[in-house]
Nanobody
Framework: QVQLVESGGGSVQAGGSLRLSCAAS????????MGWFRQTPGKEREGVAV????????YYADFVKGRFTISRDNGKNTLYLQMNSLTPEDTAMYYC?????WGCGGYIGSVFPSSRFGYWGQGTQVTVSS
């Protein structure tokens, strides 16, 4: 049973930083694929950053390149998302996600499909004010 628990969200002013954490239990697949998605009301969930291909490859959405960094601590079974230079457009519910034993493949075009992930956390809210 895979369980994902996010933390670290909150309110910050534009230009500020936050670090999200995702504590994963029961996730032991060698085909490691975990990432962060975000969603705002009325919009589809979109991929933000993903560690895939056994953790050897990294995907970042164009809108976060150079600002966000995804990383993991194997010893703590924790996935992180360091978010710098936040803007009001980054305001969203952020979700941690993990793929199953077969991994998650790669991104298509510039998008990482959320349908490839079978495990989701409850989400953590990030609010950026101008």
């Amino acid at each position: 049973q895979v369980q994902l628990v996010e933390s670290g969200g909150g309110s910050v002013q534009a230009g500020g930083s936050l670090r999200l954490s995702c504590a994963a239990s029961g996730y032991t697949y060698s085909s490691y694929c975990m990432g962060w998605f975000r969603q705002t009301p009325g919009k589809e969930r979109e991929g933000v950053a993903v560690l895939y291909n056994g953790g050897l490859s990294t995907y970042y959405a164009d809108f976060v390149k150079g600002r966000f960094t995804i990383s993991r601590d194997n010893g703590k079974n924790t996935l992180y998302l360091q978010m710098n230079s936040l803007t009001p457009e980054d305001t969203a519910m952020y979700y941690c996600a993990a793929a199953g034993r077969w991994g998650c493949g790669g991104y298509i075009g510039s998008v990482f499909p959320s349908s490839r992930f079978g495990y989701w956390g409850q989400g953590t809210q990030v609010t950026v004010s101008s």
